[in-house]
């Protein structure tokens, strides 16, 4: 035999990075493609609604998240990322949850404070904690002279559009389950309800995020989950008191439950890795949602609830299945002979 050589092993560089650590081949820009093109039914919808205003708030809101992006990445000399397409879908994301009618500055100034705040002071795409499109409607919301902005009841009431023209929430919030006879079932599955310019238009998100869970750009735990966490808590309600609370067929259908569910909550800087980590993310934005609704002061309550929930994603990404650890041999079998051992 010949002689071992002697000397050190040289120390091997190793990166350490969080998970996931597995590639699956997308790319940032075909995953920001398949979001436009799942949200394109829902924005076409809201334009046959709404007409040139839905097309002027959607242009002004991706143009405007496009180039706070770039200013904040030219100030910061850091690459210029626009061609991925994550601007673009958290804009058109953000355009579909407002009003037709809303001012165009508002809409920039939400837009602004959302790349900017939300997204690109933790380091941009994948390092935010939060979605972008959600913190700029928040803003918007929780402002004092804009908060009236989002009433939908007020902002739409100057459009004809063949269905009645009285935010769903609203008439819930204001005079209780007995007077939403008027809103047909059938009718608000298809999308003919008051609402955002395309957050209303539910069988039209509905076949976009099954197009996403198809296609593997999200996954199905977290949107089945919202959805199921939404029906259980409002079924509760329901069930408890049915003069004071709609039943889960009216919440599932009505306001941001359908957009919230396949694309607000799935943003993947915001949300779980991990399945355990989306099925506790799904049920508690379906559960807030539900909870916000019933108790709060605003209508809906799904952005604040998938606010809410980022803020515990570092903690559920800890959360991993039980890893299957092999039964170590005994050492008194190490010692017996290789025929003994392969008997044991």
């Not at 590639?23 to 949200?39: P, Q, W």
């Not at 499109?133 to 919301?141: E, K, N, P, S």
């Not at 009433?151 to 005079?175: C, E, H, S």
Request: hydrophobic content about 50%; charged content about 10%; aromatic content about 10%.
């Amino acid at each position: 035999m010949g002689r071992r050589k002697s000397g050190r092993m040289k120390p091997l560089n190793l990166t350490v990075s969080p998970s996931p650590h597995c590639h699956s081949g997308a790319r940032i820009t075909g995953v920001s493609f398949s979001f436009l093109l799942a949200l394109l039914p829902a924005a076409v919808l809201g334009v046959t609604y709404y007409g040139f205003d839905a097309v002027r708030v959607m242009g002004a809101s991706v143009a405007s998240a496009m180039l706070a992006e770039a200013l904040i990445q030219s100030v910061f000399r850091k690459p210029i990322t626009l061609a991925d397409g994550s601007a673009a879908v958290s804009g058109l994301l953000l355009a579909l949850i407002l009003p037709a009618s809303v001012p165009l500055y508002v809409v920039v100034v939400a837009n602004f404070a959302g790349i900017i705040i939300g997204k690109q002071c933790f380091g941009g795409l994948g390092a935010n904690p939060l979605n972008p499109a959600l913190v700029g409607w928040a803003i918007i919301r929780i402002t004092k002279t804009w908060g009236g902005f989002l009433d939908f009841d007020l902002m739409l009431i100057n459009y004809d559009t063949g269905f009645i023209l009285q935010y769903p929430l609203a008439v819930l919030k204001a005079r209780g389950p007995e007077a939403l006879s008027r809103f047909d079932t059938l009718a608000l599955f298809l999308g003919k309800q008051t609402g955002g310019i395309g957050a209303s238009a539910v069988i039209c998100l509905l076949l976009g995020g099954l197009y996403l869970v198809v296609r593997g750009v999200i996954r199905w735990e977290l949107p089945l989950c919202f959805l199921l966490g939404v029906a259980a808590v409002s079924g509760i309600f329901w069930m408890a008191n049915k003069t004071t609370y709609a039943s889960p067929l009216f919440h599932l259908l009505t306001g941001n439950v359908m957009i919230g569910a396949f694309f607000l909550a799935t943003e993947n800087g915001s949300s779980p890795v991990n399945r355990w980590g989306l099925v506790i993310f799904g049920l508690g934005c379906g559960t807030f949602t539900v909870i916000l609704r019933a108790w709060s002061i605003y209508p809906d309550g799904v952005v604040f609830s998938c606010l809410l929930m980022s803020l515990f994603v570092p903690m559920l990404d800890k959360l991993k299945a039980k890893q299957i650890v092999a039964r170590p041999t005994p050492l008194t079998a190490l010692s017996k002979p290789a025929e003994e051992r392969t008997r044991l």
